[in-house]
């Protein structure tokens, strides 16, 4: 059975391009092999210094997914901060990683560009993402597109340590890029972006996700004449949700004219409430029971620690790297807050 794994950032709300571009496949592929998805909290902290809002962020990634349909029977769903191992990797890794390699990495280079001065940690964010990836021996990485770089990195690296050691330690993993979906257009139609703040939330609900249907821009072509619907930043969110009739529906609707923008909104007002109606039911139901969720990254962290060891203590043999006691033996944390 194949390895299947991905990590979500923990940086802001969900939104829709996340949804579609992202979660949605990764709820489907639990069913296609040996799931591992985890909450990338160390890779938050090299944007965000605010602990109160890592914690929440990180919980409400943790609800939105549980809720979305990521089921604990089928995949191990964890906190990557619950693997210590994976710091320890990327330090093992680094050692192997040229830094000419790391000046190439397209989000620290971007940072460089804009004249700011950014922290090891984002330098060396792909690094951590390589070693997420190896101590699981994934075989397949389903992620955006944006994310082939840092791919090619955690490949590179483990061929790396392979060669060194003239045994393959490392899995090098295959990407699973997920490109079946267009880019999806926020409410300004620039690409969907927490960093654009033009995002609907996965979560909005009553008057704040209409509000933000309502302000979905549009061109200002007058209500009785007919529209071009390809053009459409209202039609391109509509396509997502509709079945093939109702977007031939729509789409008459705009060619034929006296169909406004405002009737197409409505009708994407009311597919999303739809669509996600169950969901936002059983997110408010695992809020009341924090408990429960607290169990399930719980025992993810354990599998996912034990899975840790399969490939560490080969590579700490390889290494040289000598450890007197067990990772695996651990004792419940009484710092895990839950709230
Ligand atoms: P943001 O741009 O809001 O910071 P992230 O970079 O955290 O979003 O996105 C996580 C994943 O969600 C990405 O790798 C990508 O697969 C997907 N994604 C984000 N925005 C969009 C979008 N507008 N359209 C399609 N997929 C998206
Ligand atoms: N960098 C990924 C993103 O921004 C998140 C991530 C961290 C990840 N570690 C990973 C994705 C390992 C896949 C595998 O979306």
């Given at each position: 059975?194949?390895?299947?794994?991905?990590g979500?950032?923990p940086?802001?709300?969900?939104?829709?391009?996340?949804?579609?571009?992202?979660?949605?496949?990764?709820?489907?592929?639990?069913?296609?092999?040996?799931?591992f998805y985890f909450i990338a909290n160390y890779?938050?902290?090299?944007?965000?210094?605010?602990?109160?809002?890592?914690?929440?962020?990180t919980?409400?990634?943790a609800?939105?997914?549980?809720?979305?349909?990521?089921?604990?029977?089928?995949?191990t769903f964890f906190l990557q901060s619950d693997v210590p191992q994976v710091v320890e990797?990327?330090?093992?890794?680094?050692?192997?990683?040229?830094?000419?390699?790391?000046?190439?990495?397209?989000?620290?280079?971007?940072?460089?560009?804009?004249?700011?001065?950014?922290?090891?940690?984002?330098?060396?964010?792909?690094?951590?993402?390589?070693?997420d990836?190896?101590i699981y021996?994934?075989?397949?990485?389903?992620?955006?597109?944006?994310?082939?770089?840092?791919?090619?990195?955690?490949?590179?690296?483990?061929?790396?340590?392979?060669?060194?050691?003239?045994?393959?330690?490392?899995?090098?993993?295959?990407?699973?890029?997920?490109?079946?979906?267009?880019?999806?257009?926020?409410?300004?139609?620039?690409?969907?972006?927490?960093?654009?703040?033009?995002?609907?939330?996965?979560?909005?609900?009553?008057?704040?996700?209409?509000?933000?249907?309502?302000?979905?821009?549009?061109?200002?072509?007058?209500?009785?004449?007919?529209?071009?619907?390809?053009?459409?930043?209202?039609?391109?969110?509509?396509?997502?949700?509709?079945?093939?009739?109702?977007?031939?529906?729509?789409?008459?609707?705009?060619?034929?004219?006296?169909?406004?923008?405002?009737?197409?909104?409505?009708?994407?007002?009311?597919?999303?409430?739809?669509?996600?109606?169950?969901?936002?039911?059983?997110?408010?139901?695992?809020?009341?029971?924090?408990?429960?969720v607290h169990e399930v990254l719980a025992e993810g962290g354990r599998k996912a620690r034990k899975r840790a060891e399969?490939?560490?203590?080969?590579?700490?043999?390889?290494?040289?790297?000598?450890?007197?006691?067990?990772v695996v033996?651990d004792i419940p944390s009484?710092e895990f807050?839950g709230?």
């Amino acid at each position: 059975m194949k390895t299947i794994l991905s990590g979500i950032t923990p940086s802001g709300k969900l939104h829709l391009g996340n949804y579609f571009g992202a979660i949605r496949q990764h709820i489907q592929m639990q069913e296609k092999g040996d799931a591992f998805y985890f909450i990338a909290n160390y890779h938050s902290l090299t944007s965000i210094n605010d602990g109160e809002q890592i914690r929440s962020n990180t919980y409400d990634i943790a609800l939105d997914y549980l809720a979305l349909g990521l089921d604990p029977e089928k995949c191990t769903f964890f906190l990557q901060s619950d693997v210590p191992q994976v710091v320890e990797l990327t330090w093992i890794l680094g050692t192997f990683t040229p830094v000419s390699k790391m000046e190439k990495g397209v989000a620290y280079k971007e940072k460089v560009d804009k004249g700011l001065s950014p922290n090891i940690g984002l330098f060396t964010y792909p690094i951590l993402q390589a070693a997420d990836i190896l101590i699981y021996n994934s075989d397949l990485v389903p992620v955006g597109a944006d994310q082939k770089q840092n791919l090619e990195i955690c490949r590179d690296i483990a061929g790396t340590i392979n060669h060194q050691y003239g045994e393959e330690v490392l899995k090098q993993p295959e990407p699973h890029i997920v490109e079946s979906v267009a880019v999806v257009p926020g409410i300004d139609g620039q690409k969907m972006s927490k960093s654009y703040g033009n995002t609907i939330n996965i979560f909005d609900e009553g008057k704040t996700l209409k509000k933000k249907v309502m302000s979905i821009e549009t061109d200002s072509t007058p209500l009785d004449e007919p529209k071009d619907p390809e053009s459409c930043n209202v039609f391109a969110l509509i396509k997502l949700f509709a079945d093939e009739e109702k977007k031939k529906e729509i789409a008459e609707n705009y060619r034929a004219g006296g169909y406004g923008y405002g009737h197409a909104k409505k009708e994407l007002l009311g597919m999303i409430e739809d669509y996600f109606a169950e969901a936002r039911e059983r997110r408010k139901k695992l809020a009341e029971n924090m408990a429960y969720v607290h169990e399930v990254l719980a025992e993810g962290g354990r599998k996912a620690r034990k899975r840790a060891e399969d490939v560490m203590k080969p590579l700490r043999r390889l290494t040289g790297i000598e450890q007197t006691f067990n990772v695996v033996d651990d004792i419940p944390s009484d710092e895990f807050t839950g709230a």
